[in-house]
């Protein structure tokens, strides 16, 4: 009975741990060039901001880097983050889907 | 007077119609990013003096330089520019100090920059940047004192159509930038003055001094600056003939700082003329103070 019981608690932990990670916002990791001002990193802050599903982008200046989370269910087109980073006036080099939200200073939506 | 005077104005002109990046007394080809907004507010103040003649000539130049720039596309900018000046001299003649003053808007300078060039690289970028602008005669420049019309170099504006034209190189790298600029300001006639026409090259220096290693984020930079402008301006022309009182080479050095957020900068330096070879009795720049921010929205 013991078992069954500890199986169930179990299976319920997992279900929700992968109802959670279902749920987890779609981020990604735009690499970018030409990034190497503050004042410059604005541009590219309210360009992707203004793209249709962003929650948040983040730029971390020293790996020149940005960091954009999206809302539930909503994906970012590479040529759509392509075109914003080139509107801002810098080149995209490369995009990968990320784990996590990150929790750095950035711009919400 | 004419000379520095001119000498100083031209490179403040140059530097307020430009509203991005980070030199202080002119242009960079930095972005403004498409759809955004750039607003520059600069102070200045500039004496010019040391004259060689009995009218021991003094002239003080106080002026607030707005700019206001827009990215019309990714490599596209269009930049206006309004001084605000009240200029006085202060003189020595027939035996009585006399002060002339003026004060009120000055001419509304419209310019373009298209980024021509453009190499992209981490934390790195190199952009060479064209530049063509025209001056509009929207400052007074017939204003009167009891001694009547006041000399061209007191009048806010300077009632002639000029055009003015350039290019600019900006190598900005995490650490530093550096930018050069060559600029050429072609002057018109109007109430028959011409002032000479005016050519400038720049140099600017940003060096971060902080933070002096980079944490996560966009932190804000304090950088020291290091400027040289070098100024020939021809000599005018007044009633069709040269004067000889006026034209000549002007080589400033401008020591300053900046401190450089994501949504705002501001700066200072101080402009000081180590080399001026001026013509006939032309008065020399003392100094030309700068102050100002600079906004992004």
Not at chain 2, 90 to 98: A, P
Request: net charge neutral; proline share 5%; hydrophobic share 45%.
């Amino acid at each position: 009975m013991k078992q069954i019981a500890r199986i169930t608690v179990l299976a319920v932990g997992l279900m929700l741990g992968m109802a959670s990670a279902m749920a987890a916002p779609q981020t990604y990791k735009l690499r970018v060039d030409g990034l190497s001002c503050p004042f410059c990193a604005y541009g590219i802050e309210k360009k992707l901001g203004a793209v249709s599903g962003v929650e948040h982008v983040a730029v971390d200046i020293a790996s020149g880097t940005v960091t954009v989370t999206m809302a539930d269910g909503a994906v970012l087109d590479e040529a759509v983050a392509r075109k914003a980073v080139k509107d801002a006036g810098f080149s995209l080099r490369g995009l990968q889907p990320a784990a996590a939200a990150p929790q750095e200073a950035g711009q919400a939506k | 007077m004419k000379a520095a005077l001119k000498s100083g104005l031209a490179v403040l002109g140059l530097s307020a119609a430009t509203a991005w990046g980070a030199p202080i007394t002119f242009n960079t080809a930095l972005p403004v990013h498409e759809g955004g907004w750039v607003l520059r507010e600069q102070f200045v103040f500039m004496k010019v003096a040391d004259d060689p003649t009995p009218a021991r000539r003094d002239m003080r130049v106080s002026g607030l330089i707005s700019v206001l720039g827009y990215g019309v596309t990714r490599d596209f900018a269009l930049f206006g520019m309004l001084p605000w000046f009240d200029k006085r001299v202060d003189m020595r003649m027939g035996g009585q100090d006399l002060t002339r003053r003026e004060s009120g808007a000055g001419d509304l300078t419209v310019l373009g920059r298209y980024t021509a060039y453009q190499y992209d690289a981490p934390g790195r970028t190199l952009r060479i940047a064209p530049f063509l602008g025209v001056k509009a005669p929207t400052g007074e420049d017939d204003a009167r004192d009891r001694l009547g019309r006041l000399p061209p170099p007191v009048q806010a504006g300077s009632g002639s159509w000029d055009v003015l034209g350039g290019a600019v190189l900006t190598w900005q790298t995490l650490d530093f930038e550096l930018d050069s600029q060559v600029s050429y300001k072609a002057n018109r006639e109007a109430r028959g003055f011409e002032a000479g026409n005016v050519a400038a090259l720049d140099a600017s220096l940003q060096y971060r001094l902080w933070p002096r290693s980079l944490g996560a984020g966009v932190p804000a930079f304090l950088y020291g600056v290091l400027e040289a402008n070098l100024v020939h301006a021809a000599r005018d022309r007044v009633g069709g003939a040269d004067d000889p009182n006026s034209g000549g080479t002007t080589l400033f050095l401008t020591p300053g700082l900046q401190y450089v957020t994501r949504k705002w900068i501001v700066e200072a330096g101080v402009q000081l003329p180590v080399i001026q070879h001026l013509h006939g009795a032309a008065l020399g720049t003392d100094y030309v103070l700068t102050a100002g921010f600079r906004i992004n929205f």
